[in-house]
């Protein structure tokens, strides 16, 4: 039996995971699913965006299957109690350094992209976003006053960007392995041409690449990288990179599809135990309405069962039932066009459920 830790989060969390638990349970799998409340909710039940017992609870699954966190009321609350700080907190607690942001531009939605039709038609990138490192967690970190630069007495803010080869090496062969089942490409992005820590990047990349020379490496610097997106996005297979280029490209990436609703990503540790979360947001604006996308999640759920449950069978399963409801037309207000079918949240998952039965 495997766990199932399910944090639904804020927003229209809740009702994005609504859809994907039903999908779940409709294909009967020796499931053990316990809910916990996370972020603002964790907050709002016991204090703290992570609490303990919900912690605890997701150190203990097999699996995080995860809504969204945030919404602006607790904008005003000391950075280490806001809602951000339960994902950042789930990924250091369970050494969740290898991020999957998959940007698919699914053939229904090709007009929905902002770039040209034929720029995004048939795009399909991966990037591996190494998640646990970086400028993100490096320490030391604060606020102090200047002793040195441009205003020596000045307060000051600083953070540390750094990487050691062990890190780099393991994302790396993440990243080179994922190819592997791809075209085979994996452009790793940098900015060695500025920064020592991503000189290192560059040459530790390097060096594992020389035990994959089935693999093609490249090497992008961020800027460029940042331009290649949008300029020429189908030259890309597989991009793996640090923890803050990665945030910002994987947004980017993300709006190329024209339907970040539909984007699902993971983020594994060393033994496969995973969280599994929509790319987009807890959307606060449309909570409680009903009519958000949760594809997204149920897209999630299929990354669940393929890399931490090991039943790629049921992960195509569902892939397949999305595409179907897609084919028949079935869109959520954020991806509805002229002369398709506007259904809300349970409608749409429903319509998936139904698409599995079939
Ligand atoms: C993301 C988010 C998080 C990040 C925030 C919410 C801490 O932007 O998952 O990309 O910066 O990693
Ligand atoms: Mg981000």
Known sequence: MAKIAVLPGDGIGPEIIDEAVKVLKVLNLPLEMASAPVGGAGYEASGHPLPDATLQLAKDSDA???????????????????????????????????????????????????????LVAGLDILIIRELTGDIYFGQP???????????????????????????IERIAHVAFQAARKRQGRVTSVDKANVLETFQFW?????????????????????????????????????????????DILSDEASMLTGSIGMLPSASLNTKNQGLYEPSHGSAPDIAGKGIANPLATILSAAMMLRYSLNDAANADRIESAVKDVLAQGLRTPDIYSDGTRKVGTAEMGDAVVQALQK
């Open 64 to 118: 995080i299957l995860f809504g969204a966190v945030g919404d602006w009321k607790y904008d005003t609350l000391d950075r280490p109690l806001r809602p951000e700080q339960a994902i950042l907190g789930l990924r250091k607690a369970l050494g969740l350094f290898a991020n999957f942001r998959p940007a698919i531009c699914y053939e229904q939605l090709t007009h929905a992209s902002s770039l040209k039709p034929e």
């Open 141 to 167: 970190r604060g606020r102090r006053v200047a002793t040195d630069g441009h205003f020596p007495g000045a307060e000051e803010a600083f953070d540390t960007m750094r990487y050691s080869r062990p890190e």
């Open 202 to 246: 560059k040459d530790v990349v390097t060096d594992v690449a020389k035990e994959y020379p089935d693999v093609t490496l490249d090497h992008m610097y961020v800027d460029n990288a940042a331009m290649q997106l949008v300029k020429e996005p189908k030259r890309f297979d597989v991009v793996v990179t640090g923890n803050m280029f990665g």
